[in-house]
């Protein structure tokens, strides 16, 4: 079965960075499109950063130029780079992948930043 374990979450100080990590099995990793969601206290999940097979990345506008998604096929891991961050970014991050036929979503566990200001 599919599994998404995030780690790398913590409490951190404004301007200050964190790496997550996801890894997966359960699927043929190279071939999908990863995402890292986040969700805030009291706020709807949104989607912070996408990256596709072919390593095409898109972003939330909200982390533009502060976050960095990667992936590594050889380890089946996407990482999330965060610097620069704000307080508004805590909040517990997750780990998403919608492997065809592209009708279920899997979410890891999730994992908490918090940043203090």
């Known amino acids: 079965q599919v599994q998404l374990v995030e780690s790398g979450g913590g409490l951190v100080q404004a301007g200050g960075s964190l790496r997550l990590s996801c890894a997966a099995s359960?699927?043929?990793?190279?071939?999908?499109?990863m995402s890292w969601y986040r969700q805030a206290p009291g706020k709807q999940r949104e989607l912070a950063a996408v990256?596709?097979?072919?390593?095409?990345?898109n972003y939330a506008d909200s982390v533009k130029g502060r976050f960095t998604i990667s992936r590594d096929n050889a380890r089946n891991t996407v990482y999330l780079q965060m610097n620069s961050l704000k307080p508004e970014d805590t909040a517990v991050y997750y780990c998403?992948?919608?492997?065809?036929?592209?009708?279920?979503?899997?979410w890891g566990q999730g994992t908490q930043v918090t940043v203090s200001s």
């Open positions: 990256i596709t097979s072919g390593g095409r990345t």
């Open positions: 998403n992948v919608r492997p065809a036929p592209y009708i279920t979503d899997y």
């Open positions: 359960g699927i043929i990793f190279s071939v999908n499109a």
